[in-house]
């Protein structure tokens, strides 16, 4: 059966999810992604509906004999890279789902008379994160048959050297020819995958580091649009050990080359340099220039950006350049949108003299509907920490705050603020902030109103402390409890402004049951 006439089986925000799992080797990234916004606009939507629907029975004709018909679930009339991508999905998301209706998926997939490896290993995997623990390896008969076929192969790889013999040892064709496949391999750009560096002593040094990060049900941030997994840099174990914190991630890893690009995207900078100065329109090949980006380690990305001085990039230039850097065949990683978010927006959102162009607010929006999470540590978080932050900064922040950023992402803000200086501009966007009504734990309300109460003699004539703090006693009276009451009586004692009485009287208002 052809994909599009298994598509035509599903209505409305199921065939949108079945698209984007159709949609190449990042269609589970997108799948989520797709999930969350729908999840979003429908809280009562339900997966496991769109799980049962492609196990249902369906009537097919073999290629091999039109007359004959036979029954499959309909999952197995759709080509194994969809299959691939819904059960790395379902293994993002498994944890929403009821255990018997991703078993019974994980059986309808087993009845394909030829699975592809990839599908068999994501099957096996899942039956193990489903605690249905299997005795069977994730990989095939055949790539154990390699292994082992490899591995006697690999005599003496336990002294010094071993493997760099192993590997240099071994020619299939002419000296010459193997000469030149080793400079040209040298000169193109590292493919995806895992890659390992040998020293001299046969040491593993390279570090293989995939992550894939969701946000689902109003969890734990694991940002999926951020969501792409990445390989690290191959050059030392730098990168990996900035990868633990969100704010290491920006950083370059520490033993990136950055004297030198490859020739191959030191041909690519050099176009996109000459598209950026240029005053002509943009095309298809215009995007194209950007998947450049796609294949670099952080220190490369860095890198560019200074070869390209996006920070002094001309206003004007903004809404074509974000338009190619959010098409759909680019999809950077954390570390990649941080890197060029902070090198693009962060200059000229701190150096503001006057309210922000459209230009710049658009570019700011835009970047940030498809990458919160780098937004959020590349430019957000450290114009919080700007000790001279002014209105005109609160201002585009609020901006971000009410129309691009989701409830997850106002909690990350509003926990940034508790790491930083308290100013009139900052009281503005936690005010903003409050006013967006982000879902505040236990444990995060007090967190915030012990802020309130060790901040609050600061702001004792400041009438935008008094309005944040009315919205705190009307809005979230609910979270307020008895030690909260205590403890904002005492600060509210000590406020100065016309807006004290009614203060008073709100905090008087709240009763606890």
Not at 121 to 135: F, K, M, V
Not at 416 to 433: D, G, N, P, Q, R
Request: glycine share 6%.
């Amino acid at each position: 059966m052809e994909p599009g006439v298994s598509v035509s089986r599903f209505d409305g925000q199921w065939k949108l999810l079945v698209r984007s799992l159709l949609c190449g080797s990042s269609g589970a990234l997108t799948a989520v992604r797709v999930f969350r916004r729908q999840q979003r606009a429908n809280p009562e939507m339900s997966l496991s509906v769109f799980i049962e629907t492609l196990c249902q029975d369906e009537i097919t004709c073999p290629e091999t004999d039109a007359k004959l018909l036979t029954v499959k679930p309909l999952v197995c009339l759709f080509p194994a890279l969809f299959k691939q991508n819904l059960l790395s999905f379902i293994y993002l998301v498994h944890s929403v789902l009821p255990r018997t209706t991703v078993l019974r998926l994980l059986k309808c997939l087993s009845q394909d008379p030829h699975p592809s490896p990839w599908v068999t290993a994501l099957i096996r995997q899942l039956y193990r994160a489903l605690g249905a623990h299997t005795e069977e390896p994730l990989y095939t008969p055949v790539c154990s048959q390699r292994l082992q076929e490899l591995s006697q192969r690999l005599v003496g790889f336990g002294e010094p050297g071993g493997w760099a013999k192993c590997f240099s040892g071994h020619t299939v064709e002419s000296e010459s020819q193997g000469a030149s496949g080793l400079l040209e391999l040298g000169t193109q750009r590292k493919r995806k995958g895992s890659f390992v560096s040998l020293d001299a002593d046969g040491e593993e040094t390279g570090q293989q580091s995939k992550r894939m990060k969701m946000d689902i049900c109003g969890g734990e941030c694991v940002d999926a649009e951020e969501q792409s997994t990445k390989e690290e840099t191959p050059e030392g174990s730098g990168s990996d050990a900035a990868a633990e914190t969100p704010t290491g991630e920006l950083q370059p890893a520490a033993d990136s080359p950055r004297d030198a690009l490859p020739e191959q995207m030191k041909v690519s900078v050099l176009q996109i340099k000459e598209l950026l100065e240029s005053q002509t329109e943009w095309d298809q090949s215009s995007t194209e220039l950007f998947k450049v980006l796609n294949h670099c380690d952080p220190g490369q990305v860095e890198l560019i950006c200074t070869m390209l001085s996006l920070p002094d990039l001309p206003e004007q230039t903004l809404p074509k350049l974000c338009s190619s850097l959010l098409a759909p065949s680019l999809d950077f990683s954390f570390s990649t949108a941080a890197t060029l978010i902070k090198s693009l927006l962060l200059h000229k959102v701190l150096s503001l003299s006057e309210p922000a162009s459209r230009c710049l607010v658009s570019a700011v929006a835009s970047l940030c509907s498809r990458y919160p999470r780098p937004m959020c540590h590349a430019v957000i978080g450290p114009v919080l920490e700007e000790k001279n932050i002014g209105n005109l900064q609160a201002e585009l922040l609020n901006r971000l705050i009410e129309g691009c950023l989701d409830s997850h992402y106002r909690q990350m803000v509003l926990q940034m603020t508790f790491k930083t200086a308290w100013s009139e501009a900052v009281l503005s966007v936690i005010h903003s902030l409050l006013d967006s009504k982000p879902d505040l734990n236990e444990e995060l309300f007090t967190q915030f109103t012990e802020q309130l109460v060790t901040k609050g003699p600061q702001f004792t004539k400041s009438v935008k402390f008094a309005k944040m703090m009315l919205t705190v006693l009307t809005k979230y009276s609910s979270h307020v409890t008895a030690a909260h009451k205590h403890s904002l009586h005492d600060g509210l004692m000590v406020n100065e402004t016309f807006l004290k009485k009614s203060l008073q009287a709100a905090l008087k208002r709240i009763t606890h049951t």
